[in-house]
């Protein structure tokens, strides 16, 4: 490659390799509880610890939501896959080596759709295998001085690894495809996809090569990314380091990379080993994977709406625009709660605005999901049926909201209970707006001035008099007769 170019005569060629932890009880070969945070090396058995004469046991469930994933994503799911043994050594790979699957995966050539409208280019994002295995344990540098301990409760955790052909173009189409794929997942039931606790890691592989040209360069590949940010910031951070080699006549080194998050740089971690390093050969404990036709059948069967096929759906059955639709597609348990709404009130689209808005507000003040907040669908609809048909102003729902939210109660109790159903009443209303305008004479003179844009003005005081129980519609027209004979 030329080191003559300048830097921006350089493209960056990126493919990811993504683990995605399963949604199972158990873990991949032994009947071991899968469980996040549970005391250190409480989780384990002779199997995943790896001693002699222990024989491990495929999971069926585990295999079961990989071949969903597998379908999701345009795979061909081979009838006939084989585990075989990695090899290699590493203080938390109890066994010496993992089960995985190497040249005969569960699923290859698969594919998923990115918009154009992401802003980094559409198109299709080839995926060039899907594969199960085991994971390894945890190497713990933080919990005593100058040691590591070792943590082995997620030694054998069932993932499914996902690998892309080197088709995405920049850091932001490597996140954006990221976030397109964790969603997809979620979608499914495959994973939780929970960054943090370890669920969905990514490894990078990036190189650079001349724009327009179709040649792969030297890659390396980048580790340790715990975020959508730290995978894009590690990306550009990378592909700009290989363009300043390049520029400046270095070499780049076929090695990985560990990215530290808090100096925002990426340092060499060791030489990238080559496939014959791990020294494949078929797991002899394990015979070969045999999915019957049924087995796909069954997983295609339970293939939900996609989120972008549930984007497309609700914009044309419930008028929605398209920012509406994504908002309430976000995940799967969103869209099935305002589907549930929607489908009881007259107007589809106050039932988004109302859930959009209002209820992911409380949602998110209390930092939980839409489906923990105890509201039933069917009760904030009738919620939304008394705000439609005039009994509540809309501040007045806001504030019956919460209290069923908090109480539990439906809309109708928490209006007795705490007295907050609108008032239309001309002699209260008559009598909040002569206080209101005793307490504002300056406001009033001006009005009469010809001010008339101070009405916004008296309509907030009664209504922050009247503690949002006024009607708003009669209480303008009372406040214009009140400030008629002023005037």
């Known amino acids: 490659m030329s080191a003559s170019k300048k830097p921006s005569e350089y493209e960056p060629v990126i493919g990811l390799e993504i683990h995605v932890q399963l949604k199972t009880c158990s873990k991949m070969f032994c009947g071991c509880r899968v469980e996040f945070g549970a005391p250190p090396n409480t989780r384990v058995c002779p199997v995943c610890l790896g001693l002699p004469g222990a024989l491990p046991v495929v999971n069926e469930q585990a295999i079961e939501l990989a071949v969903l994933a597998a379908l999701a994503l345009n795979c061909e799911v081979h009838q006939r896959s084989v585990f075989a043994r990695k090899n290699y050594f590493y203080p938390d790979l109890p066994k010496g ?22 802003g980094q280019g559409g198109g299709r994002i080839r995926i060039r295998r899907l594969h199960v295995e085991e994971d390894s344990g945890k190497s713990l540098h933080d919990r005593f001085p100058g040691e590591t301990a070792i943590d082995l409760n997620r030694a054998g955790v069932p993932l499914a690894e996902i690998v892309t052909e080197p088709d995405l173009k920049s850091p932001a189409q490597a996140r954006a495809f990221l976030g397109r794929l964790r969603q997809t997942l979620e979608y499914l039931g495959v994973s939780d996809c929970n960054m943090e606790e370890g669920s969905l890691r990514v490894d990078a592989n990036v190189s650079v090569r001349p724009a327009g040209s179709d040649e792969l360069a030297t890659k390396t590949e980048v580790k340790n990314m715990n975020s959508f940010s730290q995978l894009e910031r590690a990306l550009e951070y990378e592909a700009a380091r290989h363009v300043a080699d390049l520029v400046s006549g270095r070499s780049i080194e076929h090695q990985t990379m560990l990215w ?92 988004s605005n109302w859930v959009m808005v209002e209820v992911l507000a409380v949602a998110n003040e209390l930092g939980v999901s839409v489906a923990k907040l105890g509201l039933e669908a069917e009760r904030l609809a009738e919620l939304i049926g008394l705000v439609s048909a005039g009994t509540l102003s809309h501040g007045l729902g806001k504030r019956v909201l919460r209290g069923m939210v908090r109480s539990g109660k439906s809309a109708d109790e928490v209006m007795e209970q705490d007295d907050l159903r609108k008032v239309s009443d001309g002699a209260q209303l008559e009598d909040w707006v002569a206080g209101t305008l005793a307490e504002n004479p300056r406001e009033v003179e001006r009005y009469c001035g010809g001010e008339e844009k101070l009405l916004a003005f008296f309509i907030g005081q009664v209504m922050r008099k009247s503690q949002g129980k006024a009607d708003p519609d009669r209480l303008r027209e009372v406040l214009k007769e009140a400030l008629g004979a002023a005037n």
């Open 97 to 118: 080596y993992q089960i995985t699957q190497y040249d005969r995966p569960l699923a290859a050539d698969g594919w998923m759709g990115m918009p154009e409208e992401e």
């Open 260 to 351: 530290d998050p808090v100096r925002n740089e990426a340092r060499p971690m060791r030489g990238k080993e080559e496939v014959h390093d791990y020294r494949y050969f078929p797991e002899p404990d394990i015979p070969t994977l045999d999915l019957s036709r049924k087995a796909s059948s069954r997983a295609a069967e339970r293939l939900p709406e996609l989120p972008w096929e549930k984007v497309q759906r609700f914009a044309v059955q419930y008028g929605l625009s398209a920012y509406d639709a994504e908002v309430l597609s976000a995940t799967r348990e969103l869209a099935d709660y305002f589907e549930a709404v929607a489908q009881n009130v007259s107007d589809p689209k106050r039932a």
